[in-house]
Every structure is written in C-alpha cells, then in structure tokens.
C-alpha cells in the first residue's frame, strides 16, 4: 500500500510542477505563481489538520519549529532554485538540486536503520538516473561561468533535503505532518507577500496566481501523501519514487506541448518503470 502512496505522492506533486510549467508558458509571474501556491497549499494543510483533529499540535513548540525548518527549506529551496537557473543551465541545476533525495536515504538509511536490499539499493538508482536523465536538453551549454552558481545550487540541494528528510525526522518523533506543513507553507507565503519592485504586467501576475492556486493545491496533496508514505513504509525508498515527479511534467509536455524528447529522456521513463519494478519485487 505504501509503494502506491508513494507513486500517488509523486504524481501529485509532478502535477503541481505541470501546472508551474503551464504558467510559464502562459507568461505568468513567478512571484505571483509561488504567492499562490503557498496559498492555497497553506489552505489545504490547514483543513486537513482540522478535519482529521491534528490542529491542537500547534501548541507544541516542536511543531514550530519543525514547521519553520521545513518552511524554510521549501520556500527558500525553491527560491534559490529559480534563482540558480539565471546562471547555469536547467540540464544541470535541476539533477544536482533532485539530489537532495540522496541524503534523505543516507539519513533514513544509516541514521534510522532502515532496511536496503541490493534489489532496493538497484532500484533508487535506476530512480536517480530517471531524475538526471530527464532534465536532458539538446543542444543546452553545459559550460558554468558564473561562480555563484555553485554556491546557490549546493544550498538549494541542503534546503530541499530540509524539507523532504525533515517529514522523516518528525514522523520519528510522532509528530503529524498536516500542522507541520500547514507553519512551513503559511511561513512561506508570509515570505512572498514581502513586496518586491515588479516589470511584470497585470495579466501576467493574474496568470501566475491563478495557476499557482491550481498548483499549490497539488502541491498540497503530493507532500501530504509523500509524508504517509514516510510513516507507512520506508523513507528510503519513498523518498527517491517521490523525487521522480518531474517525468509528469516531461510527460505532459510531451502530450499538450507537442515537445520532443532527447534519448536520455525515453531513457528516464524507463529507468523509472524499471526502478519501481525493482523495488516492488
């Protein structure tokens, strides 16, 4: 049940990351499109946190500041994420950030004592390629000019690791995700409500927040899934399954955009379907 939670998860949050892309196309704003997604994320959180009566965790200090690490690593992660892309390549940047995943198995692997089979350990890797594999672009310059763009990848892989090794540390601790989340997007969204000089135009900031409720909502559904997978089954193994959301955003470029895939990106598809198929055996 847990390997369907985490597939579920992925394809969630993969959607989340398709309607970001929408966005893009559209020539929506960024900040307007991350406004919203907290938003309506924050929502989501809330309302499940009430309806399944978690809502009185926020009492505990530990929520808070699990909520503000998470937080942190969430909206700051992403933030430096976009922010790494100006300097460098997305063929690049977006594998090396995905490998956050790899230190959220050494956490669950060598720090809580999960199990890892040779069959599991061959599967997260055929996962991990999927994720290099994916972010492919012809004819893309590999070459890195710009110094800073190290630097903001290798905090944005420690931030992302925050967020998606951070659900495993507090399932350890007994504590809900739904409350957690709900302080890690609300903090978020206080952080882009922070007013910041614009050019974008008004449809584009109308376009941007729309979708980016539309995305946040998936956003919302894909983590809290991610976190059930976690306290069901094995960080280890949700934790790189979860990290193959892009290939949802290949896969609707693919059928509504008409964009054509390089050999290395076929070959993430099927790394993916190998890897889970490894897994599960």
């Known amino acids: 049940m847990w390997l369907i939670t985490a597939i579920s998860s992925a394809i969630l949050f993969g959607l989340a990351g398709w309607w970001m892309k929408v966005s893009q196309m559209r020539g929506g704003s960024t900040r ?23 809502f009185f965790f926020l009492a505990d200090p530990r929520v808070w500041i699990a909520g503000i690490i998470i937080g942190a690593g969430s909206a700051w992660g992403n933030a430096l994420f976009m922010k790494a892309l100006h300097f460098g390549p997305a063929s690049l940047t977006s594998p090396l950030t995905n490998m956050n995943i790899i230190l959220v198995v050494a956490l669950a ?4 004592n999960e199990p890892l089979s040779a069959s599991e350990a061959i599967g997260i890797t055929l996962l991990l390629l999927a994720v290099v594999f994916i972010a492919h672009k012809r004819k ?3 070459t890195i000019t710009e110094k800073r763009w ?11 690791a925050l967020r998606n090794g951070g659900l495993k540390v507090t399932d350890e601790l007994d504590l809900p995700s739904a409350p957690i989340l709900f302080i890690a997007y609300a903090l978020s969204l206080c952080w882009f409500l922070i007013p910041v000089k614009t050019t974008d135009a008004r449809s584009s900031e109308r376009t941007g927040l729309w979708l980016g409720i539309v995305a946040g909502l998936f956003s919302y559904g894909g983590l809290q899934l991610y976190a059930v997978a976690i306290a069901t089954g094995q960080a280890n193994l949700a934790a790189p399954i979860f990290a193959t959301n892009s290939l949802v955003v290949a896969a609707g470029a693919i059928i509504f955009y008409k964009e054509k895939l390089t050999i290395l990106q076929w070959t993430a598809f099927a790394c993916t379907i190998l890897g889970l198929i490894v897994i599960r055996l």
């Open 140 to 142: 893309e310059p590999l």
């Open 150 to 160: 190290f630097i903001l990848v290798f905090l944005a892989v420690v931030l992302f």
């Open 32 to 54: 307007t499109l991350l406004l919203g997604l907290y938003a309506s994320g924050t929502l989501g959180f809330g309302v499940h946190a009430a309806l399944e009566g978690t």
């Open 109 to 112: 692997t060598l720090w809580y």
